[in-house]
Each structure stands twice: as structure tokens, then as C-alpha cells.
């Protein structure tokens, strides 16, 4: 157990709709990642925060959209749903933010776009 | 894109046997790390290693990192069933943030 919570674990929804998964990082952690993971791209960085503020970018749609609050859960919202939005969500944290910190993994959110 | 490259993309060995993996990338790096994903859930941790390191070691595991040839190994001493999993390199690069760029990763079975 990495600490490291997701909610929900799955998520069967239709093109179109919206959904929000939702991470609690390990306490004491600043920093959350979240990942798409897909079977024809694989492994992907979408987007980085903080202590509440956005640290880095990386292949995330316009139509997705992320934020940490105060209490350093996060939420990443993901709307105009298609069938190709159809994959593994994780969600990782970390100490800090820097580039030596080894990250901690939640154990994902399957979500299906039917 | 992919920045980490595994190889091989499968590999079957027995019990008790060395399991060795590889990765390379295509840019220069802060540092490597190794992570396993077993059917479906999240990816734990193995071992980092810094781009100024060359070798690391962890309980049955030992990194290698050879930065001249853009390459890292993984080598599991011993193997056991349990270790059957998905092994994923993931780099930080030299000049960006902390994101992990992952490969595509090698899927290890262990027979027992």
C-alpha cells in the first residue's frame, strides 16, 4: 500500500459525459502527479501540482482539467468524454516536487467510455 | 513519445533464475528510475539512480546506468514467481520538471 488513495476505483460512463476522479496524496506529500495509462499510448504524464499551484504540463486535452486544494487532494476532471479517453488514471505523489523524488502510485481508476 | 525503450518486451524464465532488463533513452537525463506494475493496479517503486551513479543495488535488485550509451539495466537476482510483473523504465530529464517519462515497459514472467 503506497498510501496513496483513488476514488473510484471504476468508472463505466458514455461519450459525451463528465467525470472527476479523485486522488489524496500520502500525508505529508506536496506534490501530485496524475498519469493516463492506455494500451496504445502507454504510460502518459498529463499534469503536476504543487502545494495547490500547477507545476507542470504535459499531454493533457483541453477537454481535461486538474486542480489540488487547500487540504492537498486532488481532482482531475475530464469532460466531452470519447471513447479514447478510455483508460488506466493514476494518480502519484511525492515530498516535493523535485526531480530526485521517487514517486508514489495510487492504485488507479479504470475508467470506460462506452 | 516515448523516452525510455525497453528490451526485451517479454521475457519467461524459471525460478531462481537472473532476470535482466534493459532501457534506453534519447536525451540526457537527472535520473532513472525502474518501477513494477503488476496485472492492473499501480506501479510500486524499485530503485532510482542518479545520471552522476553508475550502479545501485537493492535487496535482489541491481541498476546499472551507462549514460554514454543512453542505457540503464535492471537485473533481478534469484527470481521468484512473485516477481512476475510489468517492469517500466521512467527517466526525469536534464532541464524539465520532475514528470517521469515511462517506456512501454517488459513483461517478466517467473515460472515455477
Known amino acids: 500500500d503506497s498510501g496513496v488513495t483513488q476514488t473510484p476505483k471504476h468508472l463505466i460512463t458514455a461519450t459525451g459525459q463528465r467525470v472527476t476522479l479523485r486522488c489524496s496524496p500520502r500525508?505529508?506529500?506536496?506534490?501530485v502527479y496524475w498519469y493516463q495509462q492506455s494500451l496504445d499510448q502507454g504510460l502518459q504524464f498529463l499534469i503536476q501540482y504543487y502545494n495547490g499551484e500547477e507545476r507542470a504540463k504535459g499531454n493533457i486535452l483541453e477537454r481535461f482539467s486538474a486542480q489540488q486544494f487547500p487540504d492537498l487532494h486532488s481532482e482531475l476532471n475530464l469532460s466531452s468524454l470519447e471513447l479514447g479517453d478510455s483508460a488506466l488514471y493514476f494518480c502519484?505523489?511525492?515530498?516535493?516536487?523535485?526531480?530526485?523524488?521517487?514517486?508514489?502510485f495510487g492504485p488507479g481508476t479504470r475508467l470506460t467510455v462506452l | 513519445s516515448q523516452q525510455g525503450e525497453e528490451d526485451p518486451q517479454a521475457l519467461s524464465i524459471q525460478e531462481g533464475e537472473n532476470a535482466t532488463m534493459n532501457c534506453s533513452y534519447k536525451?540526457?537525463?537527472?535520473?532513472l528510475q525502474w518501477y513494477r506494475q503488476n496485472s492492473g493496479r499501480g506501479l510500486v517503486h524499485l530503485i532510482l539512480i542518479r545520471s552522476n551513479e553508475r550502479e545501485k543495488h537493492s535487496g535482489r535488485l541491481r541498476v546499472t546506468l551507462d549514460t554514454s550509451k543512453k542505457s540503464s539495466s535492471l537485473l533481478i537476482t534469484a527470481s521468484r514467481a512473485a516477481d512476475t510483473a510489468s517492469y517500466f523504465c521512467a527517466t526525469t530529464i536534464t532541464g524539465a520538471n520532475s514528470k517521469l517519462t515511462f517506456g512501454k515497459g517488459i513483461t517478466l514472467s517467473v515460472r515455477p
Open positions: 502519484a505523489s511525492s515530498p516535493q516536487g523535485g526531480t530526485y523524488n521517487e514517486q508514489f
Open positions: 500525508s505529508g506529500d506536496l506534490s
Open positions: 536525451t540526457s537525463i537527472n535520473n
